[in-house]
């Protein structure tokens, strides 16, 4: 089973409309078991899979998402681009409720999670300068104008631990730093993503303006909860107006990002190892047996 593209659902966004022909499929992973089954299906000729970053019914927090079994099994699908979909709190004025942002930028501000395939017997080390796939983030920039969104192009999205939101005395540091918006389930997505040789970006949907605004109320679940309804609609008809868009070939630097990545010298790597990376390293390292 090949597909191309995938759609990450973040909170709020547990199904992908316009899906037809849908088949769901369970996978496991050496990493462990994703998020939830991953809904197949054809929107614009192509077939698109989708899975609920938080569970269907969002039943992981964000420090619990099983990150790396959720790349790994897009990866064994043969996903080459990954749409990304998470709420966010901005950190700048001009970015109100609502607005869309396709971050070109992460600090990654967490402490806890797994955030490499490559910890046990095989090392390597991708470049991370650009964290976001810029051939993806156009598209969905252009993607987002077209279907009417307020949307910035380009902005360094804060991912911080959670669950829990910022107290107001980090949130002004955040904002002093310069970032942009400040969420939780972009790292080490990105990362992962850019390890799996994936494309990458991320539709950042503004719910708040965190707790730091003198002339707001500070954030709430029922707030975020208010304007993630109509964010989600939003960033669906932007994303059925980018699937249809998408190259049939890659030209940007994404999918060889381990080409010049591997640091261990082959005649050091288990075939072990080999074949729990199979689908991330397979085109690289072949087993000696």
Request: with cysteine.
């Amino acid at each position: 089973m090949h597909t191309q593209v995938a759609v990450i659902g973040g909170t709020g966004f547990y199904q992908m409309d316009g899906l037809a022909d849908l088949e769901e499929i369970t996978l496991d992973t050496p990493f462990g078991s994703p998020s939830d089954s991953i809904v197949i299906g054809t929107l614009s000729g192509r077939r698109v899979a989708f899975l609920a970053r938080h569970g269907r019914g969002h039943r992981f927090s964000p420090s619990q998402i099983n990150v790396r079994a959720n790349i790994y099994a897009l990866k064994q699908l043969g996903v080459e681009w990954v749409l990304s979909v998470s709420a966010v709190g901005s950190l700048r004025p001009e970015i109100r409720p609502r607005d869309f942002v396709i971050p070109d930028q992460l600090y990654d501000h967490t402490k806890t999670r797994q955030n490499t395939f490559f910890d046990g017997g095989l090392v390597a080390h991708v470049g991370l300068a650009e964290p976001f796939c810029p051939t993806l983030r156009e598209l969905l920039y252009t993607g987002a104008v077209q279907a009417g969104v307020t949307v910035h192009r380009g902005g360094t999205y804060l991912c911080m631990e959670g669950p829990q939101f910022s107290t107001k005395a980090e949130s002004n540091v955040y904002r002093t730093l310069g970032f942009s918006v400040i969420g939780m389930t972009v790292a080490p997505e990105a990362k992962l993503a850019r390890e799996a040789e994936m494309c990458y970006a991320s539709i950042a949907c503004s719910t708040d303006y965190d707790c730091w605004h003198p002339e707001h109320e500070t954030v709430t679940v029922e707030m975020i909860f208010q304007n993630l309804l109509a964010n989600v609609g939003l960033a669906k008809r932007v994303i059925q107006t980018v699937i249809p868009a998408l190259p049939a070939e890659r030209t940007c630097g994404c999918g060889t990002a381990l080409a010049k990545a591997i640091v261990t010298h082959r005649a050091a790597i288990a075939d072990e190892t080999i074949k729990r990376l199979g689908p991330i390293v397979g085109k690289y390292l072949q087993c000696s047996t």
